[in-house]
């Protein structure tokens, strides 16, 4: 059968990719509900993150979401606040899924890793990419959000999250804009983290990137109904 303008636009599915599901501790028990979920990983020990992290920070939305976004971890704001995406790359998210037409209300967003890994300079904590152990660990909590949630999609809004949905690195750049379909059934829709685009100074660059960000949200709006 041809492709659809949808398929072929989002290069729709591009591959299909199985992945190992994180397995409980001895006193862990699968949550019946995001609530009991979120409540759960208020004591999560599973990795060492928890130790210098103010607290879990859980994903927030509704809990039948058609579409999910998965960043990276916590940042600094979001750790104090114990909200995702609450931070200055937070604010620009919100804008452009504004600018997409895409509500934010009725989208459920969340992160890999759900405790801020920092190094301490001075007064300044200062983000710390985290490594493959401690997405791994995080995966029990995030395949849980999924299997409660079960959206229509889910997009990996950089490389820790394109990890952590995919079970293996891959290059975003490479792969942006394409729909990677998890054996599970699971569609993953991989796109930059919105961080970048506060990273980069040449505002004619920021810009491009913001539209092409943009762009990205469009696609996804348009998935969150296919
Ligand atoms: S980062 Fe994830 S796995 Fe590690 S302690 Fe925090 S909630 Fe648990």
Same mark, same amino acid.
């Given at each position: 059968?041809a492709?659809t303008?949808l398929? #072929? $636009?989002?290069k729709?599915p591009?591959?299909?990719?199985?992945i190992?599901?994180a *397995?409980?501790?001895a006193? *862990?028990?699968?949550?019946?509900?995001i =609530?009991?979920l979120?409540e759960? %990983?208020?004591?999560c020990?599973r990795?060492?993150l928890?130790?210098d992290?103010?607290?879990?920070v859980?994903g927030?939305?509704p809990d039948? !979401?058609q579409?999910v976004?998965?960043?990276?971890?916590?940042?600094?704001?979001?750790d /104090?606040?114990g909200k995702p995406?609450?931070g200055? %790359?937070?604010r620009v998210f919100d804008?452009?899924?504004d600018d !997409?037409g895409v509500? #934010?209300q009725?989208?459920?967003?969340t992160?890999a890793?759900?405790?801020f890994?920092f190094e301490p300079?001075g007064?300044?904590?200062i983000h710390?990419k985290?490594?493959?152990?401690e997405?791994? %660990?995080?995966?029990?909590?995030?395949d849980q959000?999924?299997?409660l949630?079960?959206?229509?999609?889910?997009? !990996? /809004?950089?490389a =820790?999250?394109?990890?952590?949905?995919?079970?293996?690195a891959?290059?975003?750049?490479k792969?942006?804009g394409?729909?990677?379909?998890? $054996?599970d059934g699971l #569609?993953?829709f991989? =796109?930059?983290h919105?961080s970048?685009?506060?990273r980069?100074?040449e505002?004619a660059?920021?810009?491009?990137? #913001?539209?092409?960000f943009?762009?990205d949200?469009?696609?996804?709006k348009r998935l969150?109904? !296919?």
């Open positions: 059968m492709p303008g398929q #072929r $636009e989002a729709m591009a591959r299909r990719v199985s190992a599901r *397995e409980p501790t006193d *862990e028990a699968k949550a019946g509900s =609530t009991e979120r759960a %990983a208020k004591s020990r990795c060492p928890w130790r992290a103010t607290q879990t859980f927030e939305g039948d !979401a579409v976004f998965v960043g990276e971890q916590p940042g600094d704001q979001e /104090l606040a995406f609450v200055p %790359a937070g804008a452009i899924l !997409a509500d #934010r009725k989208v459920y967003v992160n890793v759900k405790h890994k300079r007064k300044r904590r710390s985290p490594n493959a152990g997405i791994q %660990a995080c995966r029990w909590w995030i959000e999924f299997d949630i079960k959206p229509n999609i889910a997009v !990996a /809004l950089g =820790t999250a394109a990890t952590s949905l995919l079970g293996k891959v290059p975003v750049m792969m942006r394409q729909v990677i379909e998890r $054996e #569609r993953v991989v =796109t930059i919105p970048l685009i506060l980069i100074r505002p660059d920021k810009q491009a990137e #913001r539209d092409r943009l762009d949200m469009r696609k996804v969150m109904a !296919a």
